[in-house]
C-alpha cells in the first residue's frame, strides 16, 4: 500500500507560482508512473500531468509551457511547479501513483489551488 501527501496547496493571484508536493509513504522506485490531476466544482477530475520512473512527460495542452512536473526518487517526492497562473487553473490537485501502464492506483487526499485577485 502506498500513501500519498499532497502539500504547497493555496490562495495566489493570476500570474503568480506555486509549487505542489506529494511525498510517498514508501520508495517510488518501482512506481511506474506519478502524476498531478485537477478536479474543479462541477467539472470532471482530469489529467494535468505524469512522469513515468524513466522520466518521460506528458502534460495536459492547458499547462504546457506553465507547469512543470518532477521527481525525486531518493526523497519518495513528486512536484508540480506551477507558474503564470490562471483563474481556470482553480481545483482541488489529487497526486497519484500508477503501477504498470493501467489507471492510476493510488491517490493523495488532495489539495486546493485558488487563483483570484
Known amino acids: 500500500q502506498v500513501q500519498l501527501v499532497e502539500s504547497g496547496g493555496g490562495l495566489v493571484q493570476p500570474g503568480g507560482s506555486l509549487r505542489l508536493s506529494c511525498a510517498a509513504s514508501?520508495?517510488?522506485?518501482?512506481?511506474?508512473?506519478m502524476g498531478w490531476y485537477r478536479q474543479a466544482p462541477g467539472k470532471q477530475r482530469e489529467l494535468v500531468a505524469t512522469?513515468?520512473?524513466?522520466?518521460?512527460?506528458n502534460y495536459a495542452d492547458s499547462v504546457k509551457g506553465r507547469f512543470t512536473i518532477s521527481r525525486d526518487n531518493a526523497k519518495n517526492t513528486v512536484y508540480l511547479q506551477m507558474n503564470s497562473l490562471k483563474p481556470e487553473d482553480t481545483a482541488v490537485y489529487y497526486c497519484e501513483a500508477t503501477v504498470g501502464t493501467g489507471p492510476p492506483d493510488y491517490w493523495g487526499q488532495g489539495t486546493q489551488v485558488t487563483v483570484s485577485s
Open positions: 514508501r520508495t517510488i522506485f518501482s512506481i511506474y508512473t
Open positions: 512522469i513515468t520512473s524513466g522520466g518521460r512527460l
